[in-house]
């Protein structure tokens, strides 16, 4: 921390990457690779770099507002937070502690997560709080619940460099984990024997370094890996004493693989390519298995996950340097939400409801007699039950599940059924913040400060950088406030997040003297401040204050956390997804990452830099289905199925199988008009782990015949939601709008120049030039040019970045007309 630099960790993915920060009077943000962190040695990616340009305020919400009051009524913290509590009491005095529920995230900090948690569970009295952890990592979970006896990740990042084979499934890691996926790349140049092979229905970036590409039909992954266990116990592969010594279960578990039927129809490879790739796992002493979303987001994803670590566990593959199934995670700490136990199934610190000695434990520890002791709504059900009428008050915590959560529609109607729904987010303006009736500015990434875990259980700090915006506090600030008003005092009285933190340590060792939990903390427990404030980042199990990088993996005493200490195979058979095409839906859409987008595009929606990798939402199709169902690469073209509809641009790519489509999941409607695939995603889930299926959806596509397009330029966001089709690209003087229409060029000029009028009347002078088919205007205010329209019946790429350039070095220019004039003559 030198010359104002400040570490902290970055506010994306799971990789958890060091980053340093350092604020510049302006209030921006100078960002670099931490190169002491283990995570990243100092590498970013795009989004990391890119840090910097979305600390900006633009849309913040900045205090407390009552909506349930027209046009919104701001309040005092004071009140808000009563108010929270006087609703969720009364909710609870009247209809039961299950009358309540809490939504939170993967993006809350450990701090946050633990009071949530704490709240809900130990003192509301129920075990409502579920997480958007549930659309994400919650297979997993089940999978290595049911194998291991925890939650438990057992390799290291360093695993991966040590590994002479990585078979990566369902994980577009060049994109989705790059820093992960660099060092890869850097591992396999410097060690030439290394294999990677890619397994995934789409030819993604991530195949970039892979040696085989297997394209496997979607849904068709327990088939493959059922395979491998067969052929691993044909050809004599099998680790024996391994099996014999430390797991249960294995002869019925090959029994029912041997079951496994026509793996090269079901999978859709070749025996060819099936029997290179068994024989590459089987012939390999160290293998890692990365996967990720392709594996979880499924109806059979528990099992996915399972036949996984079946092979694993029959060739002695885990527990050693170079070996493992990792699972990685998807959110800054989507690990940490699982630690301190918030989803609905589990109880805290890795301890279960299922287990009389954990309740205990957990009551004791925090004083309660209300602790919940059975389970809670897990996220879709908790929706369907709130749609139903039985959720009176829910509290939605850095999520959007109006985006986010299948079947959009099904969702609006579930929080307009909720009497009362508060959400905290950064933003005021969101597709969920737009049903709540209190909205809570939360602190966000450089405002707020605590301890984020990544995907190899590394504990890092987020640090506090710059002041937050308006009257923004803390969610674990917000939370304990109203638990102290609903008549917790004691239990919430927290005065900075490093007590937080400290006390959950202190859980994580309660009755685990003899290591009977794989998370223990005991190292951290005795943190004083400054210790916290300095903290370092630490792999757990941390037995004591880890003062140099260690790298632990998990197992390597082959002791797992069953009963009798011995892992689990699980008897598994392919199941088909829970929907299936038809001659009306015969196309399956798929649906994922862009490499510089994140998410509901909150956060990344605020960068130009970042905008320009993908500047509009697509379909990739491949050219037989593209020719097919005449659409044309650059059209823009119609998704759609009973449920609902999706538009975008028509990419055509031989890197999709046929009949399959790949959509971008960050566009929604404050960005782009329908371009939000969870219109049509139904929530059909993972009968173990209540994980929706995203990525499996029967629908159909035709391409769309506009008459006319538009580029709009603008210093404001606009509302153009009677438009035909229209999306938003963030550029560096403000907005870039596309636009396409059925009107004529002449009808959509008309209803485009109303929309000058939109910011908030400060016109100064409207003019317009006309060249041939060309109708081009500007909205000329006070010193600048706050918005800049192009109409044509088409427009060329070439024309909208010509536009973005106009636009952003003339807009502090005040003289528009000159501009104008050059322009058409
Ligand atoms: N740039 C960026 N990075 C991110 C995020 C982001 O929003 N943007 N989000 C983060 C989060 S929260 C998460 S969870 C991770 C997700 O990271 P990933 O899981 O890597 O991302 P996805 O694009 O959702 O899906 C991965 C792949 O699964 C494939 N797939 C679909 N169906 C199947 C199937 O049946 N079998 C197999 N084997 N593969 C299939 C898809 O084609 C896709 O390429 O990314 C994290 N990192
Ligand atoms: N179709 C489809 N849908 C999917 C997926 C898919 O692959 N396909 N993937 C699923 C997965 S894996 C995930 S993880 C989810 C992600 O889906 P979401 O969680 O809905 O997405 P985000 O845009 O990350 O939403 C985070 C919100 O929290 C706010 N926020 C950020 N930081 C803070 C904070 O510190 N405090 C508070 N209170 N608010 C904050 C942001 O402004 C934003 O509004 O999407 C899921 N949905
Ligand atoms: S790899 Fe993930 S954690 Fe690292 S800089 Fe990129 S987004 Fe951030
Ligand atoms: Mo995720």
Same mark, same amino acid.
């Given at each position: 921390?030198?010359?104002?630099?400040?570490?902290?960790?970055?506010?994306?993915?799971?990789?958890?990457?060091?980053?340093?920060?350092?604020?510049?009077?302006?209030?921006?943000?100078?960002?670099?690779?931490?190169?002491?962190?283990?995570?990243?040695?100092?590498?970013?990616?795009?989004?990391?770099?890119?840090?910097?340009?979305?600390?900006?305020?633009?849309?913040?919400?900045? %205090?407390?507002?009552?909506?349930?009051?027209?046009?919104?009524?701001?309040?005092?913290?004071?009140?808000?937070?009563? @108010?929270?509590?006087?609703?969720?009491?009364?909710?609870?005095?009247?209809?039961?502690?299950?009358?309540?529920?809490?939504?939170?995230?993967?993006?809350?900090?450990?701090?946050?997560?633990?009071?949530?948690?704490?709240?809900?569970?130990?003192?509301?009295?129920?075990?409502?709080?579920?997480?958007?952890?549930?659309?994400?990592?919650?297979?997993?979970?089940?999978?290595?619940?049911?194998?291991?006896?925890?939650?438990?990740?057992?390799?290291?990042?360093?695993?991966?460099?040590?590994?002479?084979?990585?078979?990566?499934?369902?994980?577009?890691?060049?994109?989705?984990?790059?820093?992960?996926?660099?060092?890869?790349?850097?591992?396999?140049?410097?060690?030439?024997?290394?294999?990677?092979?890619?397994?995934?229905?789409?030819?993604?970036?991530?195949?970039?370094?892979?040696?085989?590409?297997?394209?496997?039909?979607?849904?068709?992954?327990?088939?493959?890996?059922?395979?491998?266990?067969?052929?691993?116990?044909?050809?004599?592969?099998?680790?024996?004493?391994? &099996?014999? #010594?430390?797991?249960?279960?294995?002869?019925?578990?090959?029994?029912?693989?041997?079951?496994?039927?026509?793996?090269?129809?079901?999978?859709?490879?070749?025996?060819?390519?099936?029997?290179?790739?068994?024989?590459?796992?089987? %012939?390999?002493?160290?293998?890692?298995?990365?996967?990720? @979303?392709?594996?979880?987001?499924? #109806?059979?994803? #528990?099992?996915?996950?399972?036949?996984?670590?079946?092979c694993h566990l029959a060739t002695g593959k885990i527990g050693k340097v170079g070996c493992g199934p990792f699972s990685v995670t998807g959110q800054p700490n989507a690990m940490g939400g699982r630690e301190v136990g918030a989803l609905a199934n589990t109880l805290a610190a890795h301890m279960e409801f299922e287990n009389p000695e954990h309740i205990a434990t957990v009551e004791n520890f925090w004083k309660t007699d209300k602790l919940a002791t059975k389970p809670g709504l897990k996220a879709v059900?908790?929706?369907?039950?709130?749609?139903?009428?039985?959720?009176?008050?829910?509290?939605?915590?850095?999520?959007?599940?109006?985006?986010?959560?299948?079947?959009? /529609?099904?969702?609006?109607?579930?929080?307009?059924?909720?009497? =009362?729904?508060?959400?905290?987010?950064?933003?005021?303006?969101?597709?969920?913040?737009?049903?709540?009736?209190?909205?809570?500015?939360?602190?966000?990434?450089?405002?707020?400060?605590?301890?984020?875990?990544?995907?190899?259980?590394?504990?890092?700090?987020?640090?506090?950088?710059?002041?937050?915006?308006?009257?923004?506090?803390?969610?674990?600030?917000?939370?304990?406030?109203?638990?102290?008003?609903?008549?917790?005092?004691?239990?919430?009285?927290?005065?900075?997040?490093?007590?937080?933190?400290?006390?959950?340590?202190?859980?994580?060792?309660?009755?685990?003297?003899?290591?009977?939990?794989?998370?223990?903390?005991?190292?951290?427990?005795?943190?004083?401040?400054?210790? =916290?404030?300095?903290?370092?980042?630490?792999?757990?199990?941390?037995?004591?204050?880890?003062?140099?990088?260690?790298?632990?993996?998990?197992?390597?005493? =082959?002791?797992?956390?069953?009963?009798?200490?011995?892992?689990?195979?699980?008897? &598994?058979?392919?199941?088909?997804?829970?929907?299936?095409?038809?001659?009306?839906?015969?196309?399956?859409?798929?649906?994922?990452?862009?490499?510089?987008?994140?998410?509901?595009?909150?956060?990344?929606?605020?960068?130009?830099?970042?905008?320009?990798?993908?500047?509009?939402?697509?379909?990739?199709?491949?050219?037989?289905?593209?020719?097919?169902?005449?659409?044309?690469?650059?059209?823009?073209?119609?998704?759609?199925?009973?449920?609902?509809?999706?538009?975008?641009?028509?990419?055509?790519?031989?890197?999709?199988?046929?009949?399959?489509?790949?959509?971008?999941?960050?566009?929604?409607?404050?960005?782009?008009?329908?371009?939000?695939?969870?219109?049509?995603?139904?929530?059909?889930?993972?009968?173990?782990?209540?994980?929706?299926?995203?990525?499996?959806?029967?629908?159909?596509?035709?391409?769309?015949? =506009?008459?006319?397009?538009?580029?709009?330029?603008?210093?404001?966001?606009?509302?153009?939601?009677?438009?035909?089709?229209?999306?938003? @690209?963030?550029?560096?003087?403000?907005?870039?709008?596309?636009?396409?229409?059925?009107?004529?060029?002449?009808?959509?000029?008309?209803?485009?120049?109303?929309?000058?009028?939109?910011?908030?009347?400060?016109?100064?002078?409207?003019?317009?030039?006309?060249?041939?088919?060309?109708?081009?205007?500007?909205?000329?205010?006070?010193?600048?040019?706050? @918005?800049?329209?192009?109409?044509?019946?088409?427009?060329? /790429?070439?024309?909208?970045?010509?536009? &973005?350039?106009?636009?952003?070095?003339?807009?502090?220019?005040?003289?528009?007309?000159?501009?104008?004039?050059?322009?058409?003559?």
């Open positions: 921390m030198t010359d104002g630099w400040i570490k902290t960790t970055c506010a994306y993915c799971g990789v958890g990457c060091g980053v340093e920060a350092r604020p510049k009077l302006s209030g921006e943000l100078e960002i670099r690779g931490d190169k002491s962190h283990p995570a990243n040695f100092g590498k970013l990616c795009t989004k990391g770099i890119a840090l910097g340009d979305t600390v900006i305020h633009d849309g913040r919400s900045l %205090e407390p507002v009552d909506y349930s009051i027209e046009n919104g009524k701001p309040l005092d913290w004071d009140t808000a937070t009563s @108010q929270v509590a006087r609703k969720f009491s009364e909710a609870i005095e009247k209809y039961g502690s299950d009358s309540v529920a809490f939504y939170v995230s993967g993006q809350l900090l450990t701090e946050d997560y633990y009071v949530a948690n704490k709240l809900i569970k130990g003192f509301m009295g129920t075990s409502n709080i579920d997480s958007n952890s549930r659309l994400c990592m919650a297979s997993s979970v089940v999978g290595h619940k049911r194998a291991f006896g925890s939650d438990t990740v057992p390799v290291c990042y360093d695993d991966l460099e040590q590994s002479e084979l990585i078979v990566i499934v369902g994980s577009n890691l060049a994109w989705c984990h790059p820093v992960l996926f660099q060092r890869l790349r850097t591992a396999k140049q410097n060690n030439t024997a290394m294999k990677i092979v890619v397994v995934d229905p789409r030819k993604t970036d991530t195949c970039s370094i892979a040696d085989e590409h297997l394209a496997i039909n979607s849904g068709s992954d327990v088939s493959l890996f059922n395979g491998l266990l067969n052929h691993l116990n044909n050809h004599g592969c099998l680790d024996e004493v391994f &099996i014999e #010594s430390h797991t249960n279960g294995f002869a019925r578990t090959l029994e029912l693989s041997q079951s496994e039927e026509g793996i090269d129809r079901v999978t859709g490879l070749t025996t060819e390519q099936l029997t290179n790739f068994y024989q590459l796992f089987a %012939e390999t002493e160290k293998v890692v298995t990365i996967y990720s @979303q392709g594996v979880n987001q499924s #109806s059979s994803g #528990s099992d996915k996950v399972n036949s996984i670590i079946n059900e908790m929706f369907d039950a709130m749609a139903e009428g039985k959720i009176k008050a829910v509290w939605i915590m850095a999520t959007n599940p109006v985006v986010s959560l299948p079947n959009s /529609e099904k969702i609006k109607a579930a929080l307009k059924t909720c009497p =009362y729904v508060v959400v905290s987010d950064c933003i005021e303006d969101t597709e969920t913040t737009r049903f709540a009736d209190l909205v809570l500015p939360a602190q966000g990434w450089s405002e707020k400060s605590g301890t984020v875990t990544n995907s190899e259980r590394r504990i890092s700090r987020q640090r506090r950088l710059l002041p937050s915006p308006g009257m923004a506090k803390p969610d674990w600030w917000i939370v304990s406030q109203v638990g102290q008003k609903m008549g917790f005092k004691e239990a919430f009285n927290y005065r900075h997040e490093g007590e937080v933190f400290r006390e959950y340590a202190q859980l994580t060792i309660q009755g685990n003297r003899e290591g009977q939990r794989d998370l223990d903390l005991i190292g951290l427990t005795h943190l004083d401040d400054k210790g =916290y404030s300095r903290l370092e980042p630490q792999q757990w199990p941390v037995k004591a204050l880890q003062t140099e990088i260690v790298n632990q993996r998990l197992f390597s005493n =082959y002791q797992f956390f069953t009963d009798d200490k011995r892992a689990r195979f699980i008897p &598994i058979q392919h199941a088909s997804p829970k929907s299936h095409t038809n001659d009306e839906f015969p196309l399956l859409l798929n649906s994922g990452r862009t490499r510089d987008h994140w998410h509901t595009m909150t956060r990344t929606g605020l960068s130009a830099r970042l905008a320009e990798h993908r500047t509009e939402p697509y379909v990739l199709i491949h050219p037989e289905t593209a020719a097919e169902f005449d659409v044309e690469n650059g059209q823009v073209a119609k998704i759609y199925n009973a449920q609902g509809e999706f538009q975008a641009r028509v990419e055509v790519t031989k890197n999709m199988l046929q009949k399959q489509l790949f959509v971008p999941i960050h566009w929604n409607n404050i960005t782009a008009k329908n371009s939000k695939p969870c219109d049509l995603i139904a929530p059909h889930t993972d009968d173990f782990s209540g994980q929706p299926e995203f990525k499996h959806t029967p629908v159909t596509l035709k391409g769309c015949h =506009y008459h006319s397009a538009a580029i709009f330029a603008s210093e404001l966001p606009m509302n153009l939601n009677d438009l035909d089709y229209w999306c938003r @690209q963030k550029i560096e003087k403000g907005y870039l709008y596309r636009i396409e229409s059925s009107l004529s060029v002449y009808e959509l000029t008309q209803v485009l120049k109303q929309k000058l009028h939109g910011s908030e009347g400060r016109t100064l002078s409207v003019e317009t030039g006309i060249t041939g088919s060309q109708h081009r205007f500007a909205n000329v205010i006070q010193q600048g040019l706050s @918005q800049l329209v192009i109409i044509q019946t088409g427009i060329e /790429e070439w024309q909208i970045e010509e536009a &973005i350039s106009d636009f952003n070095s003339l807009f502090d220019i005040t003289a528009e007309l000159a501009f104008l004039g050059q322009r058409s003559a």
